[in-house]
């Protein structure tokens, strides 16, 4: 095929991605919308133990720690578990597609797939989907599964209509081996930081009573996991774009405003993991912290590239 027949096949692939994204959304949501109710703390601690039934024995005919028998038609509807598996097939399908246009990107480019706005979206919303997926393979966390697919699918309607280039050729600076180190890097980071970041945002959101989601401690441990495989790699890629400077500018670091903004970023994060390893914060404060943190993640991805001029500049947006 040739460069201009792979490049509208990226294109096409992109398309698929967004539409079994956004149709695994659908079946994810129908799933959490129909599935059983998980309790929350206060109910969960009220429901633990049930008053004592006393017989004409004085004998307790229910023991203190026996729960409650299930309601009649407490069971989820079947539908509700075969909507779930479903949209994990449909999940990993549009994560087929979203890697077969990264692939067809680069061979139809002949370098590596992220020099510019369009491309690094559509890698990152690859990441996010993969940190979910991954994860799920080992943790049940699908009632994660239609928040991450319509923020994947968001990214790559944001790619396509905002932050399109056509394919060609990159600016001489990013002509180089450390793209394939400091920018992947950069992109499984963010990947991982955006999934903290869904299940933050669930879990300001989630009430203490009954709840579709899972417990507040569940969705902060899930966030928690995942920023602590993400910081080390941030970390790297900040070390391997200042050494990547080194080669293209002469000098390690010169306060461009997106080493500005990767460095605010691993500070954020940075004090995130401070405050819980050191301070005992957690809950709400921690996940204010570690939403601010993914604010500024965002502004150094999207925002610096968009707004703010320097040496940085690749996103490519007319």
């Not at 578990?81 to 246009?101: D, I, K, M, T, Y």
């Not at 570690?290 to 320097?310: E, P, W, Y």
């Amino acid at each position: 095929m040739s460069a201009e027949q792979l490049a509208e096949l990226s294109d096409l692939f992109v398309v698929a991605a967004v539409l079994l994204y956004v149709v695994a959304m659908i079946a994810f949501a129908t799933e959490l919308a129909f599935g059983r109710a998980r309790p929350g703390k206060a109910v969960a601690k009220a429901d633990a133990r049930q008053p004592v039934a006393v017989g004409a024995g004085g004998a307790p005919a229910v023991s203190e720690s026996e729960p409650a028998p299930a309601p009649a038609g407490a069971e989820p509807p079947r539908f509700a578990a075969q909507a779930g598996r479903v949209a994990l097939v449909l999940a990993w399908l549009g994560w087929a597609a979203n890697f077969g246009a990264i692939v067809t990107r680069g061979l139809s480019v002949d370098r590596w797939p992220w020099g510019n706005m369009y491309e690094f979206v559509v890698a990152i919303s690859f990441a996010a989907v993969s940190a979910f997926l991954i994860t799920q393979i080992r943790h049940n966390i699908r009632f994660l599964g239609g928040f991450v697919m319509v923020t994947a699918a968001l990214g790559l309607g944001l790619a396509s209509k905002i932050f399109y280039t056509a394919a060609g050729p990159v600016v001489p600076a990013l002509d180089s081996y450390w793209i394939a180190i400091h920018v992947t890097a950069a992109i499984i980071a963010s990947g991982l930081f955006t999934l903290a970041g869904v299940t933050g945002v669930l879990y300001l959101l989630r009430g203490d009573g009954l709840s579709r989601l899972p417990s507040r401690e569940d969705l902060e441990r899930v966030a928690h996991r995942a920023i602590v495989f993400s910081f080390p790699l941030w970390t790297f890629a900040v070390i391997a774009g200042a050494l990547w400077a080194d080669r293209a500018w002469g000098r390690y670091w010169g306060w461009d405003p997106k080493e500005v903004w990767s460095f605010i970023t691993w500070v954020a994060y940075a004090a995130y993991l401070h405050a819980k390893a050191t301070a005992g914060w957690k809950g709400r404060a921690s996940t204010i912290v570690q939403l601010v943190a993914f604010g500024c993640l965002l502004f150094n991805l999207v925002g610096v590239n968009i707004f703010i001029s320097g040496l940085h500049s690749y996103a490519d947006v007319d």
